[in-house]
């Protein structure tokens, strides 16, 4: 494998996992070609995370170019697997030591509820376009789906994705409430203050808005919630204290962002009106090792708000163009440092040395 010049691989996907894949690679004197759907090679970096993240995205983008820029490897931009290249053929016919699939957090994880999907934007919004939208909804050039987010939306699912979407739409319930008394605000200070703060300052209190705040809704126990990651191989202190940890950021975000949590819950069932979600039947569950099984005979409903959708002009050219409201599905796969290999071929066959 350190043999200079021996070996030539493909990666497919340039965002975080392939240019650190390509860096242990190049470092082993092996050739390598980043293969790239977009014309920039950022992937989840540039979109998965919400506007305000300005600083964390430079970042990551400085250590994205500094691997793809060193020598011995070749990024080739808006190139993609099944429309320009063709796997089979790349696998077998173009001479590559091995094909190393590293694409990353590119698809939504699914509801989990069966027939859900028939309800894409029609009261079911998946977060990898709802982020999308926040980022680019003010652009002239935005042509995607546009998003009106109603007081008391459900957001579904755990994580530090679940807390940058749960903001992005408490920062747009608040700053639309604020606005309509006369206040001007914007998301900048918003998150960065919080909105007590803000609210504060201006003379208010966050009740005088009557808003309700959204419902972030999470399968497991809320020290479960995996904003913090233990140590490897780590002590039943240490796991302790990594539920300590996970349980005051939650606790720091809610006092700053006023939404509301309920753990150890799962949807289980579609509610339909007029042919749309207009909310989830839940059930409780109850935690064994890892997984969240449902009680039987604990079902309710959450309903999430409806209405006639709003026509707004925005900065773009959005006019008589329908926003989508309803619940939020935020769950997505974030990809590891250096991911499994999928498929690592050589000749033809399954390579017993680059997995």
Known sequence: MSEKGKHFVAIIGGAIAGPVCAEI???HGIGVAVIEQNRRPYGKIEDGLPRWHVEQRKQEYGRIDARLKKAGVYFIPSTKLGRDLDFQDLCNKWGFSAV????????????GVPGADKFVDKGLIYQNPFIRWYNHKNEKAYTGPLYDVPDETLVVGGGLASIDVVK???????????????IQTDMHKLEKQGVPAVCEAHGIQPEDLGVKGCLLIYRRREQDMPLAQPPENA????????????????????????????????????????????GL????TKIEGRK??????????LRIPLGDFLN???TGD??????ERGILHLYWRRSATVPRVRSCIRGGKRSNWAG
């Open 25 to 27: 690679l190049a470092d």
């Open 100 to 111: 190393i699939l590293a694409n990353g957090a590119w698809r939504d994880r699914d509801l």
């Open 168 to 182: 992005v739409v408490q920062l747009e319930i608040y700053e639309r409430a604020m606005k309509a008394r006369g």
């Open 235 to 278: 002590t039943p202190e240490q796991i302790a204290k990594t539920e300590q940890i996970r349980q005051k950021m939650l606790h720091m975000a809610r006092e700053k962002y006023l939404f509301r949590v309920q753990d150890r819950r799962l949807a289980a069932r579609l509610i339909l009106q007029d042919g749309r979600l207009a």
């Open 281 to 284: 039947k839940m059930v409780e």
């Open 292 to 301: 969240a099984e449902p009680i039987p005979g604990s079902a309710y409903e």
């Open 312 to 314: 707004r002009v925005g």
């Open 318 to 323: 959005h006019s008589g163009r329908r926003h």
